[in-house]
């Protein structure tokens, strides 16, 4: 049974950091590209950041770029985002998500490619 299980979210103060975890189970982090969305409150669902299987490579929306990180522990299967200088605007539920890395679907940043997803956590950045 695949799983995706983030943590890490809570509310912290503008200018502040967090930094949020994902733990896959059932198979699929090995080939699998890792991805990071958010929803805000009344807002569409929006890509933050994905990394690939092979070797690594990164994306990232331009509202995080600078101040977000994405990586991945192979070892671990777990994937993580490291968010500094956050904003009001980052106020979110993020999700972790996963597909099988095919590089028909660069730059990995649509949510309709995506197969599997977590429950989501919330963050909240009070100014």
């Known amino acids: 049974q695949v799983q995706l299980v983030e943590s890490g979210g809570g509310v912290v103060q503008a200018g502040g950091s967090l930094r949020l975890s994902c733990a896959t189970s059932?198979?699929?982090?090995?080939?699998?590209?890792m991805g990071w969305f958010r929803q805000a409150p009344e807002k569409e669902r929006e890509f933050v950041a994905a990394i690939t299987w092979t070797i690594g490579s990164t994306f990232y929306a331009d509202s995080v770029k600078g101040r977000f990180t994405i990586s991945r522990d192979n070892a671990k299967n777990t994937v993580s985002l490291q968010m500094n200088s956050l904003k009001p605007d980052d106020t979110a539920v993020y999700y972790c998500a996963a597909v099988e890395e095919s590089w028909r679907l660069w730059p990995f940043k649509s949510q309709r490619d995506y197969d599997y997803w977590g429950q989501g956590t919330q963050v909240t950045v009070s100014s």
């Open positions: 059932g198979g699929i982090f090995s080939k699998y590209v």
